[in-house]
């Protein structure tokens, strides 16, 4: 559907949902929604003393609210491994909200060694969404959803440099690990309908919101209270995902965003994505080496 706000997201009871990154900005938005609607919500966070702040924050709105810590480092496989085994002891997982993310840090590098960008925005959801798919199968129409951006536009796949061993240009490296979000989605989705796989991956990005997400963008920093102002707020932010994660509508493989202003704000619905983001080649070549990358592979290889 078009226009769909956190108004639309239907009765969530007996349903369980990770969302991950949802101490603050979008990923805490969503997690409140959810909450509100009677999902019992698993909190990803890196940090468990935020995630139990956010479920305080949550619950002065939603009393009853259902939550729980997932404690998950995306930038540690050994975190996402154990995270994963956590998860999976739960009686079902219904949704994988993948909504963490981090934009334009100085070179870092994951605990195995990866770009920060690559292994937070892509490489620690393409793990945790692999250790994950098992256990969403026996839900039943479960959902892996990826957050991207619009920045996905002018992503390239470095090939020649992938793990920024030569350059870094912080900004393109954004970019990239948003395309990848799309070319993962894209790929889960076409082998998920293969392996005949009960699961649906759907993409989306939330527009333009003023969250934590500037806190490495140095001088344009103090402007992200006026976006805020003109384009998104977290919690309007927060509908192309919850959509992606709830619309009763949504098909497999679709891709939801804000509706106004070049798709930067407003209620959610169907988003446009650049040929690059759906491209069978690198898509199939993206997850390769993925899985090589973080030694986790998905196990949907039977279904190419
Ligand atoms: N805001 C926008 O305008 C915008 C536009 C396009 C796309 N997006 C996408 O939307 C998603 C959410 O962004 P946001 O704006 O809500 O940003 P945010 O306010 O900075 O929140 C990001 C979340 O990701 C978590 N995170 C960062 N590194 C992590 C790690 N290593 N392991 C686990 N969690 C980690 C953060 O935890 P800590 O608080 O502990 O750091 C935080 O909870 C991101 O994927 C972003 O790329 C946002």
Request: charged letters at 20%.
């Amino acid at each position: 559907m078009t226009g769909f706000t956190a108004r639309d997201v239907p009765d969530q009871s007996g349903r369980c949902i990770i969302v991950t990154g949802a101490n603050t900005g979008i990923g805490f938005e969503e997690a409140k929604v959810l909450a509100r609607r009677g999902a019992r919500v698993l909190l990803g966070c890196r940090d468990p003393g935020k995630g139990e702040a956010a479920i305080a924050r949550i619950r002065k709105t939603v009393p009853d609210a259902d939550c729980a810590v997932l404690p998950l480092d995306l930038a540690d496989i050994e975190s996402i491994r154990a995270a994963a085994e956590i998860a999976s002891a739960e009686p079902r997982i219904d949704v994988l909200l993948n909504n963490a993310g981090v934009m334009y840090p100085p070179l870092r590098r994951t605990a195995q060694g990866f770009e920060l960008q690559l292994g937070v925005n892509h490489l620690g959801p393409f793990a945790f969404t692999a250790l994950m798919l098992p256990k969403l199968a026996e839900a039943g129409g479960a959902r892996v959803v990826v957050t991207s951006s619009l920045a996905h536009w002018s992503g390239r796949i470095p090939w020649e440099d992938l793990n920024a061993e030569r350059r870094y240009r912080r900004t393109q490296r954004y970019s990239d690990s948003k395309l990848m979000n799309m070319l993962f989605v894209y790929e889960l989705d076409r082998r998920l309908r293969i392996a005949g796989i009960p699961v649906s991956a759907i993409g989306c990005h939330p527009g333009v919101a003023a969250t934590d997400l500037g806190r490495h963008s140095g001088l344009l920093r103090p402007l992200f209270p006026i976006v805020g102002l003109f384009l998104n707020s977290p919690a309007a932010a927060a509908w192309p995902g919850l959509q992606a994660a709830t619309d009763l509508l949504a098909s497999p493989g679709s891709y939801y965003g804000p509706q106004q202003l070049g798709g930067s704000r407003g209620p959610s619905g169907p988003a446009k994505r650049s040929d690059a983001a759906s491209n069978p080649e690198t898509a199939r070549r993206l997850w390769d080496i993925s899985a090589e990358m973080t030694g986790i592979d998905p196990e949907l290889s039977g279904a190419v």
